[in-house]
């Protein structure tokens, strides 16, 4: 296997810095537009013949040093007690969202293995077939409740910020259970394969960082403390710039870094705790100058000291232009060759 992205995650230098993106399979390749001309997002999660395809093809293309396994944050919500479709253009929907703590009485035990065998079974196809490592990835709490919550995405999160201000302890309760379960979920990925996990809270830097301390980084620690090192974890959210420290506290081998936050910064505030990141998504769209310039100045910022993984701020963008990916990822390669 090419171990350059595991070793990166240690912290130990590397031939050359390794790279992957955040939804480097989907909207933007023409295969998959075509997959889901057939398809919903569901059936191909669902599906793990398909899931493996879908998953593949970035690495097939691309060059890129890591798969990342296609399936959505909600895709365990059902198994949870809560039944969720994805729709276009907008994301995941919660049936029956949460209002009121006697809704999570609602909640139920998570078993893996019982409510997504088909996101296991695309794992253990994937290993056989992968020479990069393969990724498996879960929300966070926070993330997780927020979209019960809410019902879906949200511009101002008020519902999920209200249910915490006037319910803190069955909050917290939420975000606990919500801990249990994606990481029994995460070791489940393990167990079939997945050779790094991710845990992905993407709008927690929505919270200020005395609510973060306050009801969010306890449970998100208890996450982390399940899975016991199990696997090199990522640890990923967005608009964090003012919770890098405490997100270093909850857990993580690595800490994902956005394109708000400049990765020297980053550094200089984590240590040695490896980081992945961050070029902003929307450069992809620029020209091959522009772009490649955005790259160097992650690179330089990193000062080519070991344990960086160069990723985006966060996904791929749809729309985006393919060539641009990969010209991208042939830079990265060349510029760092040892």
């Known amino acids: 296997m090419n171990d350059v992205l595991l070793r990166a995650l240690k912290g130990e230098p590397t031939p050359y810095t390794p790279v992957w993106f955040m939804r480097q399979a989907g909207r933007y390749q023409p295969e998959y537009q075509r997959l889901r001309e057939k398809y919903t997002i569901e059936e191909i999660v669902e599906n793990p013949e398909l899931t493996t395809y879908v998953t593949l093809l970035p690495v ?46 609602r909640l139920r035990p998570f078993s893996p293995e019982e409510a997504v065998p088909y996101v296991l079974e695309a794992i253990r196809l994937l290993k056989a077939e992968l020479e990069v490592p393969l990724i498996g990835f879960a929300g966070a709490p926070f993330t ?18 209200r249910f915490l201000y006037h319910h803190p302890e069955a909050f917290e309760a939420l975000l606990l259970h919500l801990a ?18 991710m845990v992905f809270d993407s709008w927690v830097g929505r919270l200020t960082r005395d609510d973060y301390e306050a009801h969010v980084q306890r449970p998100t620690a208890a996450l982390f403390a399940e899975l016991g090192g199990l ?8 608009g964090t710039q003012h919770l890098l420290e405490l997100m270093k506290e909850a857990g993580g081998t690595a800490l994902g870094v956005d394109a708000t936050t400049p990765l020297d ?49 966060h996904g791929i963008l749809p729309g985006t232009p393919e060539e641009n990916v990969r010209r991208l990822v042939d830079y990265v390669h060349e510029r760092t060759q040892g």
């Open 231 to 238: 696997r090199p974890v990522i640890h990923f959210g967005t």
């Open 180 to 197: 249990r379960a994606m990481a029994a979920y995460l070791k489940a990925q393990a167990e079939a394969g997945a050779d790094v996990l």
């Open 60 to 105: 097939k293309k691309l060059g890129v040093d890591a798969a990342i396994l296609f399936a959505d944050l909600s895709t365990p919500f059902a198994g949870l007690g809560f039944p969720t479709r994805l729709v276009e253009g907008k994301g995941p929907v919660v049936e029956a969202p949460i209002e009121s703590p006697d809704d999570l009485k």
């Open 144 to 161: 997780l409740a927020s979209y019960l919550i809410e019902g879906g995405p949200s511009k101002n999160f008020v519902k999920t910020k």
């Open 265 to 313: 910064e980053a550094r200089e505030r984590l240590g040695e705790t490896p980081v992945q990141g961050n070029l902003d998504p929307a450069l992809l769209f620029a020209p091959k100058e522009r772009l490649l310039a955005g790259a160097e100045r992650v690179l330089e910022a990193n000062m080519g000291r070991p344990g960086h993984v160069f990723n985006l701020g």
